[in-house]
């Protein structure tokens, strides 16, 4: 009886969650220019015509930059913190972790409007630079909560062996402690990645000339003309993003080093 | 001048906030020894390898390698090298490169390196797998590689941490062999970390036996055997029959102990003892015999309650009174010897006064 339920309740949320994401492949694919049933037939030339569209190509382009640059950086930035918390104890450490994971509770709207306040206050003026800037704090958390559950599991024995066979910190971080959680790092760099690429808050709060992807689109909104090809380059952004995802998972679980005890 | 010693420890005590992981010791383990550390789990012998190691630090006290004060050295500057309890192996590299690691650090020429390690993987017999990832390797193969990782440094000691302990009970038999052929042959000091009493005393020259923080008796295996200094040490070492009593006579070598329903015991080869002490008697169950004492040796008589085959021996439950019950353990010798004693018989049990020693109050 409760197991009849609850399966109905999840086959409702998963409709609740997927019903949207379904009508945008829907309409990617109808030859029509209006969203409203009924639909007119399949065509694929909003795909095609995005191709033609240099501005579109452009932000896609200023998309991946952004999404790169801030994905590097913050792999970077979180894995050295995820060792700092989960290797060493240091005063104010639970101040550090908070602060570090603060962007995921933080509206995007608040953090967009004093990240635009703090770049007018310092003169810098906004471009793909700020964008990135800006992407990299809301991902540094993603980055380091990918990080941190890896190096909790990561056997200390491995470590101390490495520094009493004479190794010193660095060649032990970068010879045995990189390389075996670098598939962690590729997780957490993918998981940046499509933060970056889908954010559009900070973007629009930060960016300059160069629109990035979801600014693109947002702006795109206003010709009736154009939507039906705003809703194939969404279709296409949620694929990938979805698709990079889903490769996180795959090597945040996979990857070696844990250590098999015989 | 005699060779400074491998390992000195002076005064060592560790604490962890408010509790005591190694009361104050002091050791001194020489060159070319194989060296256990025997105890319990918890009992502060892997904490004490650790300072060895440099892993930790002592709160108090010092610690000499080779005549050199090594006090506060991490571990990376000590002339030691450590084999890991699950082996702590570097799961992304090979074999050979695993062994090499050390080697590595040192910047060896290339020629050199590849020396040491084929010699290295020669001795504990992994010629040939140099190529593998640990994860295709089995447990006791795994077991060589970290041996041989610690190896290739030629480190002036080896400290091992219960190296053997995932490995089932055959194979443990055979590593343990093998790594006292191998300690002999490198000739380097060991410092081995075992819960396992015969383990320990298959290999050791000498054994630590460890219990809440305390080294209880440093001694030979055949000494801790014999003559245990405790009963901790008399009971986690073998099995053991216990008499308590008053001492009544001890002059030289000769003590005289007053226990009820027994009688008068004799035990020779133990230093003086005072007179009129309670004190605990320790007899091994394989120095019990049936039938009657040969001049100058105990005897106590009971019924026999239980008859147990284990195989090899046979052990007789022999009530002398309520509250003590001895163990005699004897040999199979085959059915005909083994319907001479049976349940519900009264015999007569006797045992050498040099087989009873006084393990404490």
């Not at chain 1, 629109?211 to 206003?222: A, S």
């Not at chain 2, 447990?139 to 002036?156: D, E, I």
């Not at chain 2, 410092?191 to 440093?218: C, F, K, P, W």
């Not at chain 2, 015991?265 to 003892?273: D, I, M, Y």
Request: overall charge positive.
């Amino acid at each position: 009886m409760t197991r009849g339920l609850l399966r109905w309740y999840y086959l409702l949320l998963l409709l609740l969650l997927y019903l949207p994401l379904g009508m945008l492949l829907l309409f990617s694919i109808n030859e029509g220019t209006s969203l409203s049933f009924p639909l007119r037939g399949v065509t694929f030339d909003w795909y095609r015509s995005m191709f033609d569209n240099g501005q579109l190509l452009g932000a896609v382009g200023n998309s991946a930059l952004v999404a790169s640059g801030a994905a590097t950086a913050a792999t970077i930035l979180g894995t050295c913190a995820s060792l700092a918390i989960t290797r060493f104890d240091f005063r104010g450490k639970g101040v550090f972790l908070l602060a570090a994971l603060l962007p995921l509770v933080v509206p995007f709207i608040i953090l967009g409007v004093s990240l635009l306040i703090l770049f007018s206050a310092l003169g810098v003026s906004r471009s793909l630079w700020t964008v990135a800037a800006g992407h990299t704090v809301v991902a540094l958390p993603f980055a380091m909560l990918v990080m941190m559950a890896r190096l909790v599991g990561f056997p200390r024995s491995v470590e101390e062996a490495a520094r009493d066979l004479g190794a010193s910190y660095f060649y032990t971080l970068r010879r045995v402690i990189v390389p075996m959680v670098a598939p962690a790092m590729l997780a957490a760099w993918l998981v940046a990645f499509t933060v970056s690429v889908d954010e559009f808050v900070i973007a629009s709060f930060t960016v300059g000339r160069d629109p990035t992807l979801p600014v693109y689109i947002f702006g795109q909104l206003r010709f009736a003309n154009r939507f039906p090809q705003v809703v194939a380059l969404s279709t296409l952004t949620m694929l990938v993003s979805i698709g990079l995802v889903v490769l996180a998972e795959r090597l945040r679980r996979s990857g070696p080093g844990e250590a098999k005890a015989a | 001048m005699r060779a400074p010693p491998a390992v000195e420890l002076i005064n060592v005590e560790k604490r962890f906030g408010d509790t005591v992981a190694v009361h104050p010791t002091d050791l001194v383990i020489e060159q070319g020894e194989f060296f256990s550390l025997l105890g319990p789990s918890g009992c502060g012998k892997t904490t004490t390898l650790r300072m060895i190691a440099g892993f930790e630090q002592p709160t108090t006290g010092r610690i000499l390698m080779t005549g050199q004060d090594v006090t506060g050295l991490p571990t990376h500057r000590r002339e030691s090298n450590m084999v890991f309890q699950n082996y702590a192996l570097f799961p992304h590299l090979s074999v050979f490169e695993n062994v090499a690691f050390g080697l590595r650090v040192r910047r060896f020429d290339k020629k050199i390196i590849e020396g040491r390690v084929e010699a290295t993987l020669a001795a504990v017999r992994l010629l040939g797998l140099a190529k593998r990832k640990p994860s295709q390797l089995s447990g006791g193969q795994q077991q060589r590689v970290a041996l041989a990782r610690a190896l290739t440094l030629n480190p002036s000691v080896l400290l091992l941490d219960e190296p053997l302990g995932a490995l089932d009970q055959k194979l443990r038999k055979e590593m343990q062999l093998e790594l006292k052929r191998l300690q002999r042959e490198v000739g380097i000091t060991f410092i081995y970390v075992t819960h396992d009493q015969e383990e320990a005393l298959t290999m050791s020259d000498r054994i630590a036996v460890m219990n809440g923080g305390r080294m209880l008796q440093v001694d030979d295996g055949a000494t801790l055997y014999d003559r245990p200094s405790t009963r901790f040490v008399a009971d986690f070492i073998g099995t053991s029959n216990f008499l308590t009593g008053r001492v009544t006579e001890s002059a030289g070598d000769t003590t005289v102990i007053e226990v009820p329903f027994v009688g008068a015991v004799t035990a020779t080869g133990l230093g003086p003892v005072a007179v009129g002490g309670d004190v605990t008697l320790m007899i091994r169950p394989e120095r019990l015999r049936f039938g009657a004492p040969a001049p100058g040796d105990n005897s106590a008589r009971g019924r026999v309650e239980d008859v147990v085959f284990v195989g090899n021996d046979i052990l007789y439950l022999v009530a002398v009174d309520q509250t003590i019950t001895l163990t005699v353990r004897g040999r199979n010798l085959g059915a005909e010897a083994r319907t001479g004693i049976s349940r519900g018989e009264d015999h007569q049990v006797s045992w050498p006064s040099d087989a009873t020693t006084v393990v404490g109050a």
